[in-house]
């Protein structure tokens, strides 16, 4: 009975992400981006973040200690909890559709970062890796 109900929890969860006409498809018209780029000499590694139907892809990211990094989240799916984006400071900014926007954040020494959607549904980290 507790896995039905988990299950049923999981498919209400995901539902009230989905918009209820969704005949957009997802990604259409975005090129997607590497989810790393090599950094500028005097800038920040740059990472694309796609929101869309599968989440934050990626939703895992390695980063050096003290790193600097300029996350770019691109929403594809017209989803409502998708539609806003809290970053690693805790503040939530409106995430519009096929638009890239960028943060910028610094690495700490050790521990993660997370970043996640309006809703607290989606999430995602970036976690400091020496290696």
Do not use: W
Request: glycine share 8%; net charge neutral.
């Amino acid at each position: 009975m507790r896995a039905v109900s988990l299950a049923l929890a999981a498919v209400l969860a995901l539902s009230a992400c989905k918009k209820a006409d969704d005949g957009a498809t997802p990604g259409s018209g975005v090129a997607s981006a590497p989810a790393t780029a090599t950094p500028k000499a005097d800038g920040p590694r740059v990472i694309a973040i796609e929101a869309g139907k599968e989440g934050y892809v990626p939703d895992k990211i390695k980063a050096k200690p003290n790193e600097k990094l300029k996350l770019v989240f691109t929403r594809t799916i017209d989803a409502e909890c998708l539609a806003q984006v809290k970053t690693p400071d805790g503040v939530v900014h409106e995430l519009p559709m096929n638009t890239p926007l960028a943060f910028e954040v610094t690495m700490p020494k050790e521990g993660k970062l997370t970043f996640a959607c309006g809703m607290d549904m989606f999430t995602g980290e970036i976690v400091a890796d020496a290696n």
